[in-house]
């Protein structure tokens, strides 16, 4: 095959993979494009009266109310966005600063054994969480923190926490000392080294891993539908996923969409430097 064949094969691979991504996304913005009438009698595929009433709908949810023959109960979407922000946020903190000091500790000062620890950790990471929710349902409960914001994003932090921690001290593993011992030779202590060159340097693969956490986080419904029980408590997806069996679904489409929006936004940012971060770390020996 000729030089122009493979590129034109490759490119047809390209736009087929590009489609099979967008095409979740189209769909499911047409959908929530629809009134009630044409989502039963119009096309799948294509919308003839666009309407932003579905997503108007979502914030005038304060009380339950009656559209058309439907009752659409109470609808706190705008508690239920903060709550996402507020739990993504911690679960990102407390990933990022707990991985970066894990890592650097086996990666760097390589502590007895410090191998099997990631190999470990990585093992860890593929456990089902679906084994999991149980016990700990109990330990969340034993401890008093059920329905509570703060013990998800604790339980998220642990999910993520394997494969950040794997990643970083792949690249710190494979990091030249050199760097580290001439701060030192200049006066600087350890930690300010660290904070000040190591960090900084690990900045790509730093957003690999956050955008790792947000996307355990955004794609979760089982964890938080179990463990936050108060409507008022909950995400976007548990609220969402357990009001739509009572939910007219055009408005639960709309939700899921808007809620999409900011995620799709920082992965379009950060796209290159997520790239760049994963092939450092798999360079460097992971």
């Avoid at 949810?61 to 946020?89: K, T």
């Avoid at 900084?200 to 891993?209: E, G, Q």
């Avoid at 939700?255 to 360079?283: D, E």
Wanted: glycine share 6%; charged share 15%.
């Amino acid at each position: 095959m000729s030089a122009h064949g493979r590129r034109a094969g490759r490119a047809l691979l390209l736009a087929l993979a590009a489609l099979y991504s967008l095409f979740p996304i189209y769909f499911i913005t047409v959908q929530s494009l629809k009134t009630p009438q044409e989502d039963v009698f119009g096309n799948p595929l294509f919308v003839r009266d666009p309407t932003l009433e579905n997503y108007t709908e979502l914030f005038a949810g304060a009380q339950a109310r009656v559209r058309g023959f439907v009752v659409l109960p109470r609808v706190p979407f705008v508690r239920w966005l903060v709550n996402s922000a507020a739990v993504l946020a911690a679960s990102l903190a407390v990933t990022l600063v707990t991985a970066v000091l894990a890592a650097y500790a086996l990666g760097q000062l390589q502590p007895p054994g410090w191998r099997w620890w990631r190999r470990l950790l990585f093992a860890t990471y593929v456990v089902p969480h679906t084994i999991l929710f149980i016990p700990l349902y109990q330990v969340v409960v034993a401890l008093g923190l059920d329905d509570n914001l703060g013990a998800l994003a604790l339980i998220y932090a642990t999910m993520a926490l394997p494969f950040a921690v794997w990643l970083l001290s792949a690249y710190y593993a494979h990091l030249p000392r050199e760097i580290e011992e001439s701060a030192l030779v200049e006066g600087a202590t350890r930690a300010g080294a660290f904070v000040r060159i190591i960090v900084p340097m690990s900045k790509n693969v730093l957003v690999a891993a956050a955008l790792f956490t947000v996307g355990t986080v955004g794609n979760d419904f089982m964890l938080a539908s179990i463990f936050l029980l108060d409507p008022n408590r909950q995400t976007v997806a548990a609220g969402l996923g357990v009001m739509d069996v009572s939910l007219e679904e055009l408005i639960a489409v709309a939700g899921v969409n808007l809620a999409a929006i900011p995620i799709a936004i920082a992965c379009a940012i950060f796209a290159k430097s997520y790239v760049r971060g994963i092939t450092a770390a798999m360079l460097e020996g992971a």
